[in-house]
C-alpha cells in the first residue's frame, strides 16, 4: 500500500496548489488524477494580486508572470453586437483606468493578469514535483474511509485496469464542481445547479484586424442570440493575442445538451465575430452548466474539500481560480502545523469556520454579475429584436430616447463591481478561534463599498496591508516580510521588549516567530511613512501575522509581553 501524510484528489488549480504548498513545507505530499493530462483547455485565466503575492512566495511569480498577458493588453472589456460590427461601449477593467489604477498599485507590489489554466497548472505541479511532490496520472478516486488516524483511498488505474490503495493522513479533495470527494465526505451543500447551459469553444483564429487597436480580455457579444440564457451575454475571450481564443454560446436548459459538431461550432463563432472573412480551426468543444451552490462546510474530520468542490459558480468576476487557490493556502499552512505537532489538530477546523463565509460571498456575487449583464441587456433593446441596439439607443431625441440611454449608462456602471470588483479580492477577512479580535487596530480610511474598493486595515483576520517599507536600504513590500511557514510580529522602537519576548519563545519552542522592528535606525524603516500613517500603528503596541499573511492578533498591551506572546500562541494554534 502507497503512504503519504497528504493526498491529493485533482490536480486543477485548487490541487496543483495545493502540492505546491504543502512540498514547499515539506510535507510528504501525492496529487492523484484521473486524466492523463493537466488542462487541456483555458478554461480559468484571470489571476488577482492577492493570487499573484500568494504563489510568488512560493518562487513561482516571475515564472508565472512571463506566461501572462498583462493589463496594458487585457485592460479593456468590449461590448459589441458582433466583433465586426458594432462597438456599444468599453470599461477598462481589473485597475486599468487611471482613476482605479492607484487603488491596484496602493493596494499590492503586484499587478493583475492573465494566465490561462493550460499555462498555470504545469507552473505549479512542475514546481511541487521539483520540491518533491509526486504525481499519478490516469489515477481514479474511488472512495475514501477514514479512521482516527488516516484515510484509506481506493483508487483504480485507468492505465493497467487494476483498483488499488493509499494510506494518507489526510485527504484533499480538489476535483473540481462534480467532486466525488465532497459527495462521499458528505458535506452540506447550499444551492441550485444547472441554472443555465452554455457552450465554450475553443479555437484559432487571427482577429488581429478586428481587435488590436482596442485590446482586450473580454469581448461582450450583446444581441438577440446571444444573450438567450447562459451567462445572459456571448463572448469571445482572449487566450493568446490575438489568434487563439476562447468563444462562449449559450443553450436552452429546457433541451438535452446540444452535441455540437465543428460546424456547428462555426457557425455559433460567426454569430460572434459577424460579418469577417477569417480561418477558423476548431481546437476543442464542450458544454458547462451555471450553478449557485457552496458548501455549508468545508471538511469533515480528515477529509478537506477545496475549490470548485465547494463553491460552483459562474465565471464572472475572475473570482474562480483565485478563490480556489487561495482556498488550498488557507488550509495548507494548518495541515503542516498539524502534521509538524506545532498546533493542536483544532486548528484544522478554522479552515471551514475561515472559508466558507468566503465562497459563499464569491457565488453570490458571481450570480449577481449575471443579474446585471441582463439588466445591460434589457438597456439595449435586446427584448425587442425589431430594432437594432445603435438604434435603439441613438434614434430619439424625446424623453424616451434620454430614458433609454440613462438605464444603459447606469447598467453599464453596475459592471464595474463585475470588471473592477477589487474589494471583493482583497477585503477577506477572517473569524475563526485562530484569530484573536480582543484588541482592534485603527481602520485607516474605510470605503462604504466593500465588494469594489479594497479597504487597508489592521483588523485580525484581515490580511496584512501592503506598503513599501526600507530594509537595510532595499524597498521591500511588508507583503513579502511575512509567510513562508512562519508567523511575523511586527513591533515599533517603542515596543522593543516584544522582540525579547520573542526571542525567549523562541528558545523555548520549535514554531518559531519572525520579529520585525518598524522604525528610523532599525533593520526595516516605516521609510514612506504608510505603515504608521495608512492604519494608525501604534509602534508600542505588536502585530502578529500568520504564515498565510492574515493577521492573527494585534495587541496594545504593553506588560507582560513574555506571558502574552505565550498565551496568546496556546491560543491561537489551539494546542
Not at 475553443?202 to 482586450?216: E, K, M, T
Not at 434614434?395 to 440611454?405: Q, T
Not at 528558545?507 to 504608521?532: L, N, Q, R, S
Request: charged share 20%; glycine share 8%.
Amino acid at each position: 500500500m502507497i503512504e503519504t501524510d497528504v493526498l491529493i484528489v485533482g490536480s486543477g488549480p485548487s490541487g496543483s496548489a495545493a502540492a505546491l504548498f504543502l512540498s514547499t513545507y515539506g510535507i510528504n505530499t501525492l496529487v492523484i488524477t484521473k486524466h492523463r493530462w493537466l488542462a487541456n483547455t483555458p478554461r480559468a485565466h484571470i489571476t488577482n494580486q492577492r493570487t499573484i503575492e500568494i504563489l510568488s512566495e512560493f518562487g513561482v511569480g516571475d515564472e508565472l508572470m512571463a506566461s501572462s498577458v498583462l493589463n496594458d493588453v487585457m485592460g479593456n472589456s468590449i461590448f459589441c453586437d458582433t466583433l465586426a460590427g458594432k462597438e456599444i461601449a468599453r470599461i477598462k477593467s481589473w485597475g486599468a483606468h487611471p482613476e482605479r489604477l492607484s487603488d491596484y498599485t496602493i493596494a499590492s507590489p503586484f499587478t493583475i493578469c492573465d494566465i490561462p489554466q493550460t499555462y498555470l497548472e504545469p507552473i505549479l505541479i512542475g514546481r511541487a514535483v521539483k520540491n518533491g511532490a509526486h504525481v499519478k496520472f490516469s489515477s481514479e478516486y474511488i472512495k475514501a474511509i477514514q479512521d482516527k488516524h488516516g484515510v484509506t483511498v481506493t483508487v483504480f488505474d485507468r492505465l493497467e485496469k487494476r483498483e488499488y490503495q493509499i494510506r494518507a493522513k489526510y485527504l484533499i479533495g480538489a476535483d473540481g464542481a462534480k467532486s466525488k470527494v465532497c459527495s462521499d465526505a458528505k458535506l452540506p451543500m447550499k444551492g441550485e445547479l444547472n441554472l443555465a447551459g452554455c457552450i465554450n469553444i475553443f479555437f484559432n483564429a487571427d482577429l488581429s484586424a478586428l481587435v488590436s487597436h482596442r485590446p482586450g480580455a473580454l469581448f461582450l457579444i450583446f444581441n438577440n442570440e446571444a444573450i438567450s440564457g447562459g451567462i445572459g451575454v456571448g463572448a469571445l475571450r482572449m487566450v493568446r493575442p490575438w489568434k487563439e481564443w476562447l468563444g462562449v454560446w449559450n443553450y436552452d436548459m429546457a433541451q438535452p445538451p446540444p452535441v455540437i459538431t465543428e460546424n456547428d461550432a462555426v457557425n455559433i463563432l460567426k454569430k460572434l465575430i459577424g460579418n469577417c472573412d477569417v480561418d477558423i480551426n476548431i481546437k476543442s468543444i464542450s458544454t458547462w452548466t451555471v450553478n449557485n451552490m457552496y458548501a455549508e462546510a468545508y471538511s469533515n474530520q480528515r477529509i478537506f474539500c477545496v475549490g470548485d468542490a465547494v463553491h460552483r459558480h459562474p465565471p464572472n468576476n475572475g473570482l474562480g481560480s483565485n478563490t480556489s487557490i487561495q482556498d488550498s493556502y488557507n488550509l495548507c499552512w494548518k495541515l503542516a502545523y498539524v502534521l509538524k505537532q506545532y498546533a493542536g489538530t483544532a486548528l484544522l477546523e478554522t479552515y471551514s469556520q475561515e472559508r466558507v463565509p468566503i465562497g459563499k460571498a464569491v457565488v453570490a456575487r458571481a450570480i449577481q454579475s449575471i443579474s446585471e449583464s441582463q439588466e445591460l441587456s434589457l438597456s439595449l433593446g435586446l427584448d425587442k429584436p425589431a430594432i437594432s441596439t445603435a438604434e435603439f439607443l441613438s434614434s430619439d431625441d424625446d424623453i424616451i430616447g434620454i430614458a433609454r440611454r440613462d438605464r444603459f449608462y447606469k447598467a453599464l456602471r453596475l459592471k464595474n463591481y463585475e470588471l473592477n470588483g477589487h474589494g471583493v479580492e482583497l477585503n477577506q477577512l477572517y473569524e475563526s478561534a485562530a484569530i484573536l479580535r480582543g484588541d482592534i487596530a485603527g481602520e485607516g480610511k474605510k470605503s462604504d463599498d466593500l465588494h469594489f474598493m479594497y479597504h487597508s486595515t489592521f483588523i485580525p483576520g484581515a490580511r496584512i496591508p501592503h506598503v513599501w517599507l526600507s530594509q537595510k536600504g532595499k524597498i521591500i513590500s511588508s507583503i513579502n516580510l511575512v509567510g513562508h511557514g512562519q508567523y511575523s510580529l511586527f513591533t515599533g522602537i517603542g515596543g522593543k521588549k516584544w522582540i525579547n519576548a520573542v526571542e525567549n519563545y523562541n528558545e523555548e519552542h520549535v514554531c518559531k516567530i519572525i520579529a520585525y522592528i518598524i522604525g528610523p535606525g532599525e533593520d526595516v524603516d516605516d521609510i514612506y511613512g504608510d505603515f504608521y500613517g495608512r492604519c494608525n500603528f501604534d509602534e508600542t503596541s505588536c502585530i502578529l501575522v500568520r504564515p498565510d499573511g492574515h493577521i492573527a492578533w494585534y495587541c496594545r498591551d504593553n506588560k507582560d509581553h513574555e506571558k502574552i506572546l505565550a498565551e496568546t500562541m496556546i491560543k491561537i494554534l489551539l494546542r
